[in-house]
């Protein structure tokens, strides 16, 4: 298959290009709308915010998501803030300088037209959810608060105490509760995607198993909508929720949706370390405690095992603040992370000892509590603080918090053009399911900003646009790529359920993450990708040989969804790698040891690797097609990330 | 230094809506402290696996106590035994070596049990989509600062918005209410000056639906208050009832003035 990768971003000046775009879009008259059937895929803030304003335009919307309930979709857990130029502040913010700073963040492996939207659009996100009744923080005067996060030198993230996702989703939600009730959005929950049907080469619905009765079945559509979320849960142990997972994304990919920078993975600097090899998940601590709070290790790995109350000033190392004294301990999450693994592998980790490594680094309130009161840090983090007392033990208004990186983020994704759109027409991706704002490294409170961006303001006009302008056929259930899509997950179903083998699901699955975490994780080098290129593949085979699942397929099956998804990480995890060994530089997250600065940061290559990569499945997962598309940057100059 | 427990777990197991179901006795050796309850049952779930046994099902997402899709009746306390705790983030070193824990679903008529400890809430959508929303289409938002908002009324409206919908309220209610729930949407909303529109209406049409999903009547427990994860307080149950007072009020008033004659 030929494939040319055109981004149709607007050219011109960058503060008129979605404007100018949306302006030369086709439109679909309202009368017209409910005649269209749309297929939303999840339920986060792309998902859910998409739907519902589908729903409020007068399409003909199907909805669908794993959990019970659309409320639960995993843009719940986001704990810090939402990002927004509104320079209510008046520090100098612009949407120009949000986009800057998106760029920049991204260590420029992101489109700019598109990171120039996610800015402009900023603004209306806040007005829409403060309209929906979402209740962000205020000061005294009845106005919106503001705080710090990472990468930004101004105070723009907006925040409902700890639990800012939670509010944006429940807004969306709510939307999407009122076009459920008002009849244009119809609601799938407990149901699965297993994959994309593509009729002559456009997306045309999807097959999915409903996972209380098992039953298999088709729904089509005009358009498909996947807004599914990331893929980190590869690494078994990430800060996702334990349901989150590739399958709709990757089934996808094998149908012809190139996949764009897999190995983009983000480690999250402030999670709670591992308590032992039992441990199911990893809980992050937003990124906004490190406002307040200040990263340190001891000086001497001989006070490692002090009590941290014991190790004199003198002799505790606040290294973010010593290395980059303007950012200091607000620097970017990649950079945090990667520092926190250098000085744990220097021997001055705290907290348990597992696999001969203390990993673990202080992130302490001592000071502001002192400064501000215990009080006002209760107000700001008290949610926070007593999530980590409840797991830990500890309490951290009086013991410094330990903490580590975590896989939290993935940037890679579907790759889409600037209207969202995969390589398969017909088939958008919007949220963290596609690839495409935030280059290599996403900044904190982005990501609940990128999802409805997308959901809200932008899929109401790309999918008007496309079905506007698409000729299709009517399809129906007996056509016989539907049939044959439908036959194919019933195969699959039978056949993970008939291998009879030894080894359960999360066994493999544990294996499977070790693999990536050691060689695609927080640091890779050659040597390493190339053997976990060796070791997948290989435990792919055992997978397919000696997986045991019990139980039957016509009933709740939690092992067999287990499985399900796994299959699908275990190809996933090898585009990874082999998509980290293609990029031979550096660039945000993605740290390639061979290319690093005398300074110790990631050293990219613009002249050879200024590119998105998107993979394309060949039919062979070991031998997927790269495919490269270009990127320019006429108004951020690149240049080497500093926040010294 | 941390210990290992060995427990008795006395599981209830239910092959499906329609099966009658019943309590197996597992034993678990061998757990660790600083497990939470959820990996302690993936511990137990991986050896019945191992033994060729069907795994217990239970539901579960983020383990970090937002998402509220965990929940479990613990001896006889839904989320178990400490306060303002999901299951998912109840750890082991709550129990005591050689403890018997018993575990059960949400029992409620409105929340049928789907398979062994899931159980199907699906009227708690309903009731949000009853009316548990402001009326705003996107793109229709005036600038967020236009409105101001006194800072306690947003603290209290958070307060109320906390709410995970887990439905640990319903399952701790004699009479299997679920007036904690509607009122911490309705105060959630009602306190907000973008929610007083559709204040009444709001309060009216999600009490209706409350009631028409079987729920039982609230007559004072605080039950609900005691096990609810987010401490939720039960006077916005009061504030529900002043609105819900109001509402029927104001379509009198309403009804007068129109003359009912349409």
């Known amino acids: 298959m030929a494939i040319k990768l055109e981004s149709n971003a607007p050219s011109g000046p960058i503060e008129t290009r979605w404007d100018r775009h949306r302006f030369g879009m086709k439109l679909v008259n309202p009368a017209n709308r409910r005649k269209y059937k749309i297929i939303v895929v999840g339920t986060g803030l792309a998902g859910g915010a998409g739907a519902a304003s589908l729903g409020e335009m007068g399409y003909n919307v199907l909805s669908f998501c794993y959990q019970d309930s659309p409320r639960r979709a995993h843009s719940i857990a986001a704990q810090g803030g939402i990002n927004a130029a509104k320079n209510y502040k008046n520090?100098?913010?612009?949407?120009?300088?949000?986009?800057?700073?998106?760029?920049?963040?991204?260590?420029?492996?992101?489109?700019?037209?598109?990171?120039?939207?996610?800015?402009?659009?900023?603004?209306?996100?806040?007005?829409?959810?403060?309209?929906?009744?979402?209740?962000?923080?205020?000061?005294?005067?009845?106005?919106?608060?503001?705080?710090?996060?990472?990468?930004?030198?101004?105070?723009r993230t907006f925040y409902a105490r700890g639990q800012t996702g939670q509010q944006l989703l429940l807004g969306a939600y709510q939307a999407l509760a009122r076009q459920i009730e008002a009849g244009t959005v119809k609601s799938f929950p407990r149901t699965e995607m297993m994959d994309l049907i593509v009729v002559d080469g456009v997306a045309r619905g999807i097959v999915t198993r409903d996972m209380v009765s098992g039953k298999v079945e088709a729904h089509l559509a005009d358009a498909v909508v996947l807004a599914t979320g990331g893929y980190g849960n590869v690494f078994f142990l990430s800060t996702n929720a334990k349901g989150c997972n590739t399958t709709a994304i990757w089934r996808a990919h094998r149908k012809g949706a190139l996949f764009a920078n897999p190995c983009f993975t983000q480690i999250h600097p402030t999670c709670i370390p591992a308590a032992g090899d039992y441990q199911s998940k990893l809980t992050l601590m937003s990124e906004s405690l490190r406002n307040d709070g200040r990263v340190w290790v001891p000086k001497n790995a001989a006070d490692c095992t002090k009590d941290p109350a014991e190790i004199a000033e003198k002799d505790r190392d606040y290294y973010l603040e010593r290395i980059y004294?303007?950012?200091?301990?607000?620097?970017?999450?990649?950079?945090?992370?990667?520092?926190?693994?250098?000085?744990?592998?220097?021997?001055?980790?705290?907290?348990?000892?597992l696999d001969g490594v203390r990993r673990g680094v202080y992130l302490d309130f001592r000071d502001a509590i002192k400064r501000l009161g215990e009080a006002k840090i209760r107000e700001r983090y008290g949610n926070l603080f007593d999530m980590y007392e409840r797991i830990t033990g500890e309490n951290p208004y009086k013991v410094p918090m330990r903490i580590y990186p975590a896989t939290h983020y993935t940037m890679g994704g579907l790759w889409v053009d600037y209207n969202l759109m995969t390589t398969i027409p017909g088939c958008f991706a919007a949220g963290e399911a596609n690839f495409s704002d935030h280059g290599a490294n996403r900044l904190g409170a982005s990501a609940l900003m990128q999802g409805l961006a997308d959901g809200y303001f932008v899929l109401p006009y790309v999918l008007g646009n496309y079905l506007a302008s698409a000729k299709l056929d009517k399809v129906d259930e007996s056509h016989i790529e539907v049939k044959k899509a439908v036959a194919d997950v019933e195969e699959r179903i039978e056949k993970l359920l008939g291998i009879g083998g030894e080894r359960t699901p999360d066994s493999f699955h544990r294996e499977l993450g070790n693999i990536i975490w050691n060689n695609c994780g927080m640091a890779r080098n050659g040597k390493g990708l190339e053997a976990a290129l060796e070791k997948i593949p290989a435990l792919r085979e055992e997978f397919w040989k000696n997986l045991k699942v019990t139980g039957t397929g016509e009933s709740l099956n939690q092992t067999l969804e287990k499985a399900g998804r796994l299959a699908d990480f275990m190809e996933l995890g090898e585009l990874m790698c082999r998509d980290a060994l293609a990029r031979d530089e550096s660039c945000g997250c993605h740290y390639r040891e061979e290319h690093v600065t005398e300074e110790g940061e990631a050293a990219r290559n613009d002249q050879d690797y200024q590119y998105v990569a998107a993979w394309e499945y060949t039919g062979d997962v070991s031998k997927p097609t790269l495919h490269k598309e270009p990127l320019e940057f006429e108004y951020v100059k690149p240049v080497q990330r500093s926040y010294k | 230094m941390s210990k290992n427990l060995n427990l008795t777990l006395h599981v209830w197991r239910q092959k499906g809506q329609s099966d009658v179901g019943g309590f197996e006795t597992y034993k678990a050796p061998d757990i660790s402290e600083h497990m939470s309850f959820l990996e302690m049952l993936d511990?137990?779930?991986?050896?019945?696996?191992?033994?060729?046994?069907?795994?217990?099902?239970?539901?579960?997402?983020?383990?970090?106590?937002?998402?509220?899709?965990?929940?479990?009746?613990?001896?006889?306390v839904p989320h178990g035994p400490n306060s303002a705790t999901t299951t998912c983030q109840l750890h082991m070193r709550h129990f005591n070596d050689g403890d018997e824990i018993s575990i059960e679903p949400w029992r409620a008529h409105a929340f049928p049990v789907l398979r062994d400890l899931v159980v199907d809430r699906a009227a708690f959508d309903r009731i949000i989509q009853a009316g548990g929303y402001v009326s705003v289409n996107a793109g229709a938002a005036p600038e967020a600062n236009g409105l101001p908002v006194p800072k306690p009324d947003a603290e209290k409206a958070m307060d109320a918005a906390a709410c995970i919908g887990c439905g640990a309220c319903v399952a701790a209610c004699p009479n299997a209410s679920a007036m904690l729930f509607v009122a911490a949407k309705a105060a959630h909303l009602g306190l907000l000056p973008q929610g007083q529109v559709e204040r009444y209406e709001r309060v009216k049409k999600m009490v209706a639906q409350m009631d028409a999903e079987g729920f039982g009547h609230c007559t004072n427990h605080y039950e609900c208050m005691a096990a609810c994860p987010k401490e939720i307080s039960v006077?916005?149950?009061?504030?529900?009832?002043?609105?819900?007072?109001?509402?029927?009020?104001?379509?009198?008033?309403?009804?007068?003035?129109?003359?009912?004659?349409?």
């Open chain 1, 325 to 353: 004294p303007s950012f200091g301990n607000l620097v970017p999450r990649d950079i945090a992370s990667r520092r926190a693994k250098m000085v744990c592998d220097e021997g001055r980790g705290v907290g348990p000892e």
């Open chain 2, 235 to 262: 006077e916005f149950i009061a504030r529900l009832n002043r609105d819900l007072i109001r509402a029927t009020v104001v379509e009198k008033e309403l009804e007068e003035k129109t003359g009912g004659a349409g």
């Open chain 2, 43 to 76: 511990v137990v779930n991986e050896r019945l696996l191992a033994d060729g046994k069907e795994p217990i099902a239970f539901d579960s997402d983020c383990r970090e106590g937002i998402c509220g899709m965990c929940g479990l009746v613990i001896n006889g």
């Open chain 1, 91 to 155: 520090d100098g913010d612009s949407i120009y300088r949000l986009f800057y700073d998106t760029v920049k963040g991204g260590d420029f492996r992101a489109r700019e037209s598109n990171v120039h939207r996610l800015a402009q659009l900023s603004v209306n996100i806040i007005d829409q959810c403060v309209a929906q009744g979402v209740p962000f923080a205020r000061e005294y005067g009845g106005l919106l608060d503001n705080r710090s996060f990472g990468g930004a030198q101004v105070s």
